[in-house]
């Protein structure tokens, strides 16, 4: 409630400049960047209670997109809690895949879940943690940025995270303007210490930004214990409340649950949160999460959002009916009938956790839906391959196809050697990513040229054959110095090769996250034994995709890069697209008049289904 004597709304330009005084006569503290339009920005900040997990991600995602086929220009956030800077030093095990964006952030899997569902690339701006936030404060106020006051969480920290979102606004939006909407998730759950300030921070902001700015929307759980046999809204309720002590009324109520939620739960947390029925919304288990924006838009939540925002004025309901075609077509094929039954095993050391290699699960569902094939994924841990049992224990699996993933150290590196090995001397179509191309370069190297102690540098120093090594001299043409390449570069590739047919293009840009490459010195001896480099840097000796001839193998492909951190839903990546191809040609064992029959498939993937 205002008093009097405080700021008021009614002129909202005077109203927030009040806020960007800093020193010693005011109390407010919100820096707000120079060019930034008050009121252009909407906001919808999508808060978990009860516990985490529930998928607020994909939740917000979800949301963003029915907003951005309506032809609003949108942009997410995430707000992490914890003091790491990015996610680039946390273990797979623990936080799932560390997901790194164009601009080379290393971000965790949300923001994976964001760019495919959005199809949009995004940048440092859209993910935010509490040590940037931290850090960037020791250090201005180390640079004396505060006028001799005492630093606080509030009002400098909150002012922050309050920065951060108007500029994200200014810098989100599509066509350099600024955006619609930014839709910030916040990480963890309301009630945790380490998330308060950026709760305390979004309270402040709606408050600055004034009525109809911001949409706070809560994500709740409902449990069913099997002991009961029926739906209880208690914790979802005390969740709730814990939200509203911090000063916030949200909007809408999001209810995950495994079933839909009955009348009476959503008449409960109605009764209990001040918000009514038709805003208390049933999010419950669906087979894909492609298929939630369809089933949110099914129960109005994207209308509820316009109203609360007043953004009707703002929706080109012709942009929306194209966008939404495309999206069901989709839908359609991910959810029929598919014509084609394979298997793909995955050769990593994280397998017991699917999410250490959820883009790779992601790449492998859009490749499969458009080519109408049924996929199972055998998680293999190469932990377990030993070098002179993988073959036979591979050949146990029945599978039309391999990956090896990327990675790090030396944990697992026998197994993926024999599991390229075994991939490649019978015909099994094979993608190797990142690690795995360097492991294809090392087992030829091994095997096909016969230089017996071919390494990676990685794993043994002295080897005398370091096929696979730290390049000094191309990291300084880098500018990266030591640190690991990272992000997106461009990949020129070889005239009349089979990526070049593949990609269909040229020039392609993919996402990098490595520090070892091919050695330059022995590219010579392994080309001539067949193995054929036809990707590379534009200008420099960097090797970034291999292949077989086809008259050695049907599909043996390779990136230096992580093709699956840029495959879309509508878009999917082609070396994916290719080997679930080569797979479908395995498992039919198809052959085309000159018996190349993977590579017959692979160059009418445009048979695709949606
Ligand atoms: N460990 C290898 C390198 O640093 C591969 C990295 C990866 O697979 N992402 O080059």
Sequence with gaps: MLQSGMPTHDKNETFLSQFGKSGETTEFFSPVPDNYQHGKTKFVVVLGTVMSGLGKGIFSSSLAKLLQDKGLSVTPVKLEGYLNIDSGTLN????????????????????????????????????????????????????????????????????EVKRRLRQLAIEGGQNGKQADVVFVEVGGTVGDY???????????????????????????????????????????????????????????????????ITDTVAQKISMFSNVTPQRVFSMHDRDSIYTIPDAMRSEK????????????????????????????????????????????????KYTSIRDAYASIDKAIE?????????????????????????????????????????????????????????????????????????????????????????????????CKHP??????????????????????????????????????????RERFRHRYEVEPKYIEKLTKAGLIFSGHHPEHQIMQVLELPSSMHPYFVAGQFHPELTSRPLNPQPMFMGLVAAAIAHRTGEKTPDGVDARWLCSNISTSTV
């Design 92 to 159: 797979p095990f623990r936080h799932g895949e560390v997901f790194v964006l164009d601009d080379g952030t290393e971000t965790d899997m949300d923001l994976g879940t964001y760019e495919r569902i959005l199809d949009q690339n995004l940048s440092r701006a859209n993910f935010t943690t509490a040590g940037q936030i931290y850090t960037e404060i020791l250090t201005r106020e180390r640079a004396g940025g505060y006028l001799g006051r005492d630093v606080q969480m509030i009002p400098h920290v909150t002012g």
């Design 194 to 260: 380490e998330n308060g300030f950026y709760i305390e921070a979004l309270r402040e902001l709606a408050y600055e930004e004034g009525p109809e700015s911001t949409c706070f929307v809560a994500l709740t759980y409902i449990v069913e214990p099997a002991i009961l046999g029926e739906q209880k809204s208690k914790p979802a309720q005390l969740g709730i409340k814990r939200l509203m002590e911090t000063g916030i009324q949200p909007h809408i109520i999001a209810c995950r649950a495994e079933l839909p």
């Design 301 to 348: 939540i994207d209308r509820e959002i316009l109203s609360i925002l007043k953004l009707h004025d703002r929706v080109d309901a012709v942009a929306e009916d194209k966008a939404r075609v495309g999206w069901r077509n989709y839908i359609d094929a991910l959810t029929g009938k598919r014509n084609h039954t394979i298997s793909i095993g995955i050769l990593g």
């Design 366 to 462: 859009h490749a499969s839906t458009h080519l109408s094939a049924d996929v199972q994924i055998k998680w293999i841990d190469v932990t377990d391959l030993k070098k002179d049992t993988a073959g036979s224990k591979l050949e146990a699996a029945n599978l039309d196809a391999v990956i090896v993933p990327g990675g790090f150290g030396e944990r697992g590196i026998e197994g993926k050697l024999a599991a390229v090995k075994w991939a490649r001397e019978h015909g099994i179509p094979f993608l190797g990513i990142c690690l795995g191309f360097q492991m294809a370069v090392v087992e030829f190297a091994q095997t096909v040229v016969g230089l017996e102690d071919a390494n990676s540098t990685e794993f043994d120093v002295n």
């Design 467 to 508: 096929v696979i090594a730290e390049l000094p001299d191309q990291k300084e043409i880098e500018g990266l110095g030591g640190t690991m390449r990272l992000g997106g570069q461009d990949v020129a590739l070889t005239e009349g090769s089979f990526a070049e047919q593949l990609f269909n293009a040229a020039h392609v």
